[in-house]
């Protein structure tokens, strides 16, 4: 199933509203970020294959789009991004790691 009709059942519009409450950088904050030397370390990974600096690459890409335009694979990087600031934000936010890792999907833990 592809969105990409103006009305946007009532699960993608939650899913939407979850991913820009969880995404609390903008999509310029997180592509200078995505630039920087400090999102190139070790980054947690929420699956087998997806490190934080990539599932990043694709928020910033979801960040650009109307939600009437998302893909199926904008659904699925929807929901990855959430699983993974959900997993990543127990913890101090002053670890720089966690901190790191959580910002290369557009996630600063310092923001309230």
């Known amino acids: 199933m592809d969105m990409t009709s103006e ?18 950088m903008t999509s310029e904050e997180l592509r200078v970020w995505l630039l920087t030397d400090a999102s190139d370390e070790e980054a947690f990974r929420p699956g087998p294959s997806l490190g934080a600096a990539e599932l990043g690459r694709k928020v910033l890409h979801v960040l650009g789009k109307r939600k009437a335009d998302l893909t199926d694979d904008d659904l699925a990087t ?4 959430i ?14 790691r966690r901190r790191h890792a959580l910002m290369s999907v557009g996630h600063d833990p310092l923001r309230p």
Not at 78 to 81: A, G, P, V
């Open 78 to 81: 929807m929901r990855t991004t």
């Open 7 to 24: 009305r946007v059942d009532p699960d993608g519009e939650l899913l939407w509203e979850e991913f820009h409450r969880v995404v609390n």
């Open 83 to 96: 699983e993974f600031v959900e997993d990543h934000t127990e913890g101090p936010a002053e670890d720089d």
